[in-house]
Nanobody, 118 residues
């Protein structure tokens, strides 16, 4: 089992920056993919960015060029550097891990609120 704990959310003005972090702990053999999702009020949860064990990354079109995902395999952590934040980035951000032992949908953190004021 994998436990994920996010940190780093908060309130920031438009154009500002925030850095989210997620730490994985528990009993697992490897974490294949680490990802950040977000869910705004009244909207479905969406993928923001993901990174594989080998370092390959994918980003939602809406955040390309503004957000950067990174991971430290030795520490089992994943970070999301968010720059040039916009009010539409306001959401609860969730960390997700695809790890062994595998679980449908992966493992989820509790979420951290990001609020961007205009």
């Amino acid at each position: 089992q994998v436990q994920l704990v996010e940190s780093g959310g908060g309130l920031v003005q438009a154009g500002g920056s925030l850095r989210l972090s997620c730490a994985a702990s528990g009993r697992f053999s490897s974490i294949l993919v680490l990802a950040w999702y977000r869910q705004a009020p009244g909207k479905q949860r969406e993928l923001v960015a993901r990174i594989t064990l080998g370092g390959s990354t994918d980003y939602a079109d809406s955040v390309k060029g503004r957000f950067t995902i990174s991971r430290d395999n030795a520490k089992n952590t994943v970070n999301l550097q968010m720059n040039s934040l916009k009010p539409e980035d306001t959401a609860v951000y969730y960390c997700n891990a695809v790890a062994s032992p595998f679980k449908t949908g992966g493992y989820w953190g509790q979420g951290t609120q990001v609020t961007v004021s205009s």
